[in-house]
């Protein structure tokens, strides 16, 4: 009897706790939070077609597919480059609704222009890396490679010295073979677009810092 009587008023703070969430439940939903979520859910904006997510098409992700760019036979650059950035044309996938460039809300099937994307690209001035290289390869020790880079007096001085003595001939093989000695106008070498290509990285005080962690 004893424990049938210390059980009894466990039950019923529990059914009370129970009931007490309900009732609170109930209240949430509709009150204005309710109320809010609700009008968020059913005012739901078709998104723009720049914001759709690249690669997936399960669960409502959005997809879309950009075309590559057309690329010019002597800059080996895209045709459309203009101040270091070009545009592709990207196609939703098919059954896609979104706004396009225009703001113009479109059912896509997969063939219409959604949007264009920036791509990056460089500024070339005629110089060519595998000419440069194979001038400091072969005619480096009389200066032929500084002088097709734009830097005559460097040049004159390899050609008059036998390219210090073949020393500075290596060393500028090696910076030209990097890509770290490049055109003197600041111009970046014409290298095939799907080539190896140097990409130079910079701090800058919009460049985001992540805190090193140190075992």
């Known amino acids: 009897m004893a424990a049938a009587r210390a059980s009894r008023p466990m039950s019923l703070d529990c059914v009370a706790a129970q009931l ?15 109320v809010a979520a609700s009008a968020a859910a059913g005012a739901e904006e078709t998104p723009r077609c720049e914001d759709l997510r690249m690669g997936w098409c399960f669960l409502n992700f959005l997809t879309y597919i950009c075309k590559d760019p057309k690329i010019n036979d002597a800059t080996q650059e895209p045709v459309n480059c203009t101040n270091y950035t070009a545009h592709v044309p990207c196609l939703p996938a098919p059954n896609i609704i979104c706004k396009d460039s225009s703001g113009n809300e479109t059912h896509f099937t ?23 290289v194979a001038l400091s390869l072969f005619l480096g020790w009389l200066g032929a490679d500084r002088f097709y880079l734009g830097y005559p007096a460097l040049g004159l001085l390899k050609f008059c010295t036998v390219g210090f003595c073949g020393i500075g ?33 910079s701090i800058t005080n919009e ?7 140190y075992p």
């Open 110 to 132: 997969g063939k219409e222009v959604g949007f264009y994307k920036v791509v990056p690209c460089r500024n070339v001035n005629g110089y060519s890396y595998k000419v440069a």
């Open 20 to 34: 007490f969430g309900v009732l609170w439940l109930a209240a949430v939903a509709s009150g204005p939070w309710g």
């Open 169 to 201: 001939s290596l060393i500028d093989f090696i910076l030209i073979s990097m890509q770290i000695v490049g055109p003197s106008d600041g111009s970046s070498y014409i290298i095939d677009y799907y080539g190896t290509r140097l990409i130079r990285l």
């Open 207 to 213: 460049t985001f810092r992540k805190t090193q962690l």
